[in-house]
């Protein structure tokens, strides 16, 4: 079991910045992959981006070239580095992952981009 606590959200200007933190209650370090989604008002959860145990990463096409995702795992926590934010980023942002297959989230942080 792993519980997930999200934070770093807030309320940004278009073209602002910002860092989410996840951070887990148990060590990632066998957990094979940790992703993030976001959900808008009335529409449905969308991936945003995930990272392997190797580093690997994948990312929505919307998110390529704005957002980075990257994990610590001493620290127990995956990071979502949001750069060039635009409104349409607005969205309250989970964290994810599978653990012997269990899904688990975070409670959610929302981002607000003002234009």
């Known amino acids: 079991q792993v519980q997930l606590v999200e934070s770093g959200g807030g309320l940004v200007q278009a073209g602002g910045s910002l860092r989410l933190s996840c951070r887990a209650s148990r060590s990632i370090f066998s957990i094979n992959y940790m992703d993030w989604y976001r959900q808008a008002p009335g529409k449905q959860r969308e991936l945003v981006a995930g990272?392997?145990?190797?580093?690997?990463?994948t990312y929505a096409d919307s998110m390529k070239g704005r957002f980075t995702i990257s994990r610590d795992n001493a620290k127990n926590t995956v990071y979502l580095q949001m750069n060039s934010l635009k409104p349409e980023d607005t969205a309250v942002y989970y964290c994810?992952?599978?653990?012997?297959?269990?899904?688990?989230w975070g409670q959610g942080t929302q981002v607000t981009v003002s234009s």
């Open positions: 994810h992952t599978i653990v012997r297959s269990t899904n688990y």
């Open positions: 990272i392997s145990s190797g580093g690997s990463t």
